[in-house]
């Protein structure tokens, strides 16, 4: 009966070891020399399609934002079900070897380590591919945003309102960049994460704020995104 549990668990290791190679969870290289956030020149790897997205333009046009919406939120659900599934193979060796002892428990608390260790890869990649997406639409939104205030009339509480909140939603995106460049800098892999957990709820302040932006130009709720 041992045996064939150790079995089983050698199987799903390896079974967990090329989803890895296959989906490719190898740690980016932290960059040697950050590009400051704020400069205009700075570019984002979306990883959609192998395009770089400049910060302060928007994307080509309105199909080729919606296609790399498609594209990236595909990836991104595809990658959390994987994490949730290395999650579950890491809780279960744990729990398996909670009674175990010895070499035995050592060899499963190991592959249990190993399990979690690509989990948290792929939730990395997985708010890459967030970050990149906030940015396509962050560009897109921001290019509505600056051809609507030139030629919509509002009112002046109107206006002060918008101009506030596309404010801040700049503010916003600027901290969320910041916060992922913060995240490159640690070499642990749970602060990593939950610093880029950080960055996407900056990023998702801003596009809701453009959002709003967008709909008071427009003059009827639920404009814009």
Do not use: H, W
């Given at each position: 009966?041992?045996?064939?549990?150790?079995?089983?668990?050698?199987?799903?290791?390896?079974l967990g070891t090329l989803l890895n190679a296959q989906t490719?969870?190898?740690?980016?290289?932290?960059?040697?020399?950050?590009?400051?956030?704020?400069?205009?020149?700075?570019?984002?790897?979306?990883?959609?399609?192998?395009?770089?997205?400049?910060?302060?333009?928007?994307?080509?046009?309105?199909?080729?934002?919606?296609?790399?919406?498609?594209?990236?939120?595909?990836?991104?659900?595809?990658?959390?079900?994987?994490?949730?599934?290395?999650?579950?193979?890491?809780?279960?060796?744990?729990?398996e070897a909670d009674l175990k002892t010895g070499n035995e428990?050592?060899?499963?608390?190991?592959?249990?380590?190993?399990?979690?260790?690509?989990?948290?890869?792929?939730?990395?990649?997985?708010?890459?591919?967030?970050?990149?997406?906030?940015?396509?639409?962050?560009?897109?939104?921001?290019?509505?945003?600056?051809?609507?205030?030139?030629?919509?009339?509002?009112?002046?509480?109107?206006?002060?309102?918008?101009?506030?909140?596309?404010?801040?939603?700049?503010?916003?995106?600027?901290?969320?960049?910041?916060?992922?460049?913060?995240?490159?800098?640690?070499?642990?892999?749970?602060?990593?994460?939950?610093?880029?957990?950080?960055?996407?709820?900056?990023?998702?302040?801003?596009?809701?704020?453009?959002?709003?932006?967008?709909?008071?130009?427009?003059?009827?709720?639920?404009?814009g995104m």
């Open positions: 009966m041992k045996t064939k549990i150790y079995s089983l668990t050698v199987m799903t290791f390896i490719g969870t190898a740690p980016k290289k932290e960059p040697t020399e950050p590009t400051p956030a704020s400069s205009d020149n700075k570019r984002i790897l979306t990883r959609l399609g192998g395009k770089t997205v400049p910060d302060n333009q928007s994307a080509e046009n309105e199909l080729a934002v919606k296609t790399a919406n498609i594209t990236g939120e595909s990836d991104r659900t595809e990658l959390l079900k994987l994490a949730e599934a290395l999650s579950y193979q890491s809780r279960r060796l744990k729990k428990k050592n060899q499963l608390l190991a592959e249990a380590a190993k399990f979690e260790k690509n989990c948290l890869l792929k939730q990395i990649e997985a708010s890459e591919i967030f970050g990149a997406m906030s940015q396509v639409k962050f560009n897109s939104n921001k290019e509505t945003i600056t051809k609507l205030i030139v030629t919509v009339k509002l009112e002046e509480l109107q206006m002060v309102t918008t101009r506030k909140l596309i404010f801040s939603a700049q503010n916003n995106m600027k901290l969320a960049k910041d916060l992922r460049e913060e995240a490159y800098q640690s070499s642990s892999l749970p602060v990593r994460l939950g610093t880029m957990s950080n960055a996407e709820e900056k990023e998702i302040l801003a596009l809701g704020e453009q959002s709003k932006a967008i709909s008071i130009l427009y003059k009827k709720p639920g404009a």
